[in-house]
C-alpha cells in the first residue's frame, strides 16, 4: 500500500454543524494539523485553542463542543475505540476534557470523520443523524426527558436500525448539572469536566451515527504483524487474566491494602467494610463479557444481582473508581448497592465517580453537623446508608430540592454556596474532585493531580511506575530508585512530565490505557511508536511521540491560563499538605509539594509563575493560537 494511502486512511474530515443557523460544513483536516496534533484529544485542543474565545462561557451557544475519535480509531488496531470530547467545562470553568469507550468512535472513523465540531444552541431539542457521508439534523422532542436506555432504544427505532450507534445524554444533561456526562455506549460515559452539560445547553440530546461501509482501506501487513505482536505481548502478561476476568473491579481493595485510600471523604485510608465493597466479594454474579471496538481483553462484564434490595437487577460490573466512590468514599460495605448506583447514574447521564464524590462530601458535612436535617430535606445522609444515597442520586440529577440542586454544580460550586466551613472538606483541584487515591500515599499521583490539565484526576497522568516498576526499572528509566518508592518525592517531576506527555499521546491515538499503561507499563510510548509507524508508513519513536505529547500539554495549559487558571491553582487540598498520614504503611507522610512543582515547571520549560513561556510557545508551534479565529471559516 502506498504511503499517501496509508495516511489518508488514518486521516479524516472535520465536520462542522451550527446548531443555531443549521449550516453543516465538511472538509479534510490538513495534513500538517494532523502531523502536529494526531487526533482525540490533541485535535480536540487544537480547536479548542485556536477558535474559542476568552469571553465565552460553559453553557453559551458560542462554547464549542467537539467529537473526536483517535488517529487509530476504527483501524485493525486492538482497543481503539475511545472517543475524546472537549469544550469548556461548566464543573471547573477550564478545560473540558473526557474520553469514553465503545463503538461509536470507530463508527464515526469509518464515515470519514475525525472530528464533529458543534456550537450554537437549536430552538428545540435535536439529535445530529450522520448515516454515512449524509449528515442531518432531527427532531429529538419524542425522547427529550428520557433516561439513557429508553432514549437509546427510541433513537434506534427512529433511525430504522438497530446497528446505529450513538452518544446521548440523560435528565441530568438536559437540567444542566455540571455533573453530566456523555454515555458513548451501554456500560461506557465519557464522565467528568460536565460535557454532558453542555449537550444539553445546546438542546443536543445525541448524536446518532450509522456506517455505511467498513472502515476505508486495507491495514498493511506490516500493521497486521505488529498488533498481533502487541497482544501476544499482552497476553503473556501475568496480569493478563485478571484483566480478562474480572477487569478492574477488584481494585477497589488494592488502595486500602497501600493504607492510601480516601475512605468516607477522606477521614481515614483504609475501610472496615473493604472485603465486601470489592469486586472480588461478587465474582459470582457474572452474566456475560462486553468489550469495545476491536479489544480481546473484554475488561466489562453484565452482571445479575442476587440477593439483597436488587435481586434480579442487570447492569454493567462497573469500575475500580466508581465503585471505589460508592463504595470506601461512601462508607459503604455493599458492592452491590455500589453496583446498582453506577448503573443508575448510567440512567440519568450524571457521573457516577464525582456523583459519588459529592454525595460523600454531603455525607461528611451531615455528619459534622454542617448540613442540617432540615437541608437534607429529612434525608439521614450518614455514612453507607444506601437509600439516602440512591435518593441523592435521583434529587441531583433532576436538581430537586435546595441540596439536590446545590450538589448538581459540583463539589467547588456547592462547597461555596453552603459555607459555614465546607470549604475545607471539598477535596478538589480546579473544581474536579479528587481520585481515591489519597495524595500522601502516592506523591507521583499527588503532583499529578496539581498539574493536570483538568484537575484532580489520575487518568490524565497515570503515574503508575511509582509503585508499579522496581528500583532497577526506575534507574534506567528516570535516574533514581526513589521514583519507584510511591511515598518518596524523589524523581517524581520527571515522572509526572513523561507520563502527562505519554497520556496525551495515548488519548490523541485512540488507544485504550488499559493495555497499554495498566498491563504494558509503556511510558516511553515505545510499543505505541511501533504500531503507529507501521499503521502511518513513517517511522516514529517514542520520543517523537513524546514530543507531540508535550505539544498537546502546553496547548492546555495555555487553554487553561486563557480561562483565568494560574500557578496558585496548581496545588492540593490544605489537608495533604500539612495533615500527616494517622496510621498504616502511609503513616506520618504528607506531600511536598512545592520542591516538586518548581521541578516540574523547569522540566517543562515554563515560567516560575507556572505560564507556557515564549520560547516554548515558538519551539512548539502553538504561537497565534488566540482563539480568535472565526470558526464559521474553518
Not at 475512605?263 to 481515614?268: A, D, E, L, T
Not at 463539589?411 to 459555614?420: D, N, V
Not at 510511591?486 to 490505557?513: H, T, W
Amino acid at each position: 500500500m502506498k504511503e499517501e494511502k496509508v495516511v489518508r486512511q488514518l486521516a479524516g474530515d472535520l465536520v462542522y454543524v451550527n446548531l443555531t443557523t443549521g449550516e453543516i460544513k465538511r472538509k479534510p483536516w490538513p495534513e500538517e494539523v494532523i502531523k502536529a496534533y494526531l487526533g482525540g484529544r490533541g485535535l480536540a485542543d487544537y480547536i479548542l485553542l485556536k477558535y474559542l474565545s476568552g469571553s465565552v462561557a460553559p453553557l453559551d451557544p458560542e462554547n464549542i463542543l467537539v467529537f473526536a475519535p483517535g488517529l487509530l480509531s476504527g483501524t485493525r488496531m486492538i482497543t481503539t475505540g475511545r472517543l475524546h470530547i472537549s469544550a469548556r467545562s461548566p464543573l471547573t470553568g477550564l478545560l473540558g476534557s473526557s474520553n469514553g469507550g465503545g463503538t461509536f468512535a470507530a463508527d464515526l472513523k469509518a464515515c470519514g470523520i475525525l472530528s464533529l465540531i458543534v456550537t450554537g444552541r437549536a430552538e428545540k431539542p435535536v439529535f445530529i443523524n450522520i448515516l454515512g457521508d449524509r449528515i442531518t439534523i432531527e427532531d429529538a422532542a419524542p425522547v427529550w426527558g428520557m433516561k439513557t436506555h429508553e432514549a437509546r432504544a427510541k433513537l434506534m427505532d427512529m433511525a430504522g436500525d438497530d446497528r446505529v450507534k450513538m452518544v446521548l445524554i440523560g435528565p441530568a444533561g438536559e437540567n444542566l448539572s455540571a455533573l453530566a456526562c456523555v454515555v458513548t455506549d451501554v456500560g461506557h460515559a465519557a464522565g467528568r469536566t460536565g460535557m454532558g452539560a453542555v449537550m444539553g445547553s445546546k438542546n443536543l440530546k445525541a448524536v446518532v451515527v450509522r456506517k455505511t461501509e467498513p472502515f476505508r482501506g486495507e491495514a498493511p501487513e506490516e500493521a497486521v504483524r505488529a498488533v498481533r505482536e502487541y497482544v501476544a505481548k499482552l497476553k503473556a502478561l501475568p496480569c493478563w487474566e485478571e484483566w480478562s476476568t474480572a477487569g478492574s473491579s477488584t481494585s477497589v481493595s488494592w488502595t486500602d491494602r497501600l493504607g492510601a485510600c480516601g475512605v468516607k471523604n477522606f477521614r481515614q485510608v483504609t475501610f472496615e467494610g473493604i472485603v465486601t465493597a470489592c469486586g472480588s466479594a461478587y465474582r459470582d454474579l457474572l452474566l456475560r463479557h462486553h468489550s469495545c471496538y476491536n479489544c480481546p481483553i473484554h475488561c466489562r462484564a453484565f452482571v445479575r444481582i442476587d440477593r439483597g434490595r436488587h435481586a434480579g437487577f442487570v447492569g454493567d460490573r462497573g469500575e475500580y473508581e466508581p465503585l471505589s466512590m460508592w463504595g470506601p468514599r461512601c462508607g459503604n460495605p455493599d458492592g452491590l448497592e455500589s453496583i446498582y448506583l453506577c448503573n443508575l447514574c448510567d440512567e440519568y447521564g450524571i457521573d457516577s465517580f464525582d456523583t459519588g464524590c459529592v454525595v460523600a462530601f454531603a455525607m461528611d458535612l451531615y455528619e459534622r453537623g454542617i448540613l442540617t436535617r432540615e437541608e437534607t430535606d429529612g434525608l439521614e445522609l450518614g455514612w453507607g446508608n444506601a437509600l439516602a444515597m440512591e435518593e441523592m442520586v435521583h434529587r441531583i440529577a433532576n436538581r430537586r430540592t435546595w441540596l439536590g440542586d446545590v450538589l448538581a454544580r459540583g463539589i467547588k460550586q456547592a462547597a461555596e454556596i453552603i459555607g459555614r466551613g465546607a470549604e475545607k472538606y471539598a477535596y478538589h483541584v480546579k473544581g474536579l474532585s479528587l481520585p481515591i487515591m489519597d495524595p500522601r500515599g502516592f506523591k507521583g499521583s499527588g503532583l499529578g493531580y496539581a498539574v493536570a490539565s483538568r484537575g484532580a484526576d489520575f487518568c490524565h497522568v497515570y503515574a503508575k511506575p511509582e509503585y508499579a516498576y522496581t528500583p532497577e526499572q526506575a534507574l534506567i528509566a528516570y535516574g533514581t530508585e526513589k521514583v519507584a518508592d510511591r511515598l518518596s518525592e524523589e524523581g517524581k517531576p520527571l515522572l509526572v512530565r513523561q507520563c502527562m506527555c505519554a497520556n496525551a499521546v495515548v488519548d490523541s491515538l485512540g488507544i485504550c490505557k488499559i493495555p497499554e499503561f495498566a498491563m504494558l507499563l509503556d511510558f516511553d510510548l515505545t510499543e505505541a511508536a511501533k504500531i503507529f509507524s507501521a499503521f502511518a508508513g513513517e517511522r516514529f519513536t517514542g520520543e517523537q511521540l513524546l514530543k507531540m505529547g508535550e505539544r498537546i500539554v502546553n496547548a492546555e495549559r495555555l487553554f487553561n491560563f486563557r480561562f483565568g487558571a494560574t500557578g496558585a491553582d496548581d496545588t492540593l487540598p490544605e489537608k495533604f499538605l500539612t495533615e500527616p498520614v494517622p496510621d498504616g504503611p502511609c503513616k506520618g507522610s504528607v506531600v511536598r509539594l512545592e520542591p516538586m512543582l518548581k521541578e516540574f515547571y523547569s522540566l517543562m520549560g515554563w515560567n516560575e509563575d507556572a505560564s507556557v513561556s515564549g520560547a516554548k510557545k515558538k519551539e512548539l508551534g502553538l504561537e497565534g493560537l488566540t482563539g480568535e479565529d472565526d470558526l464559521t471559516r474553518i
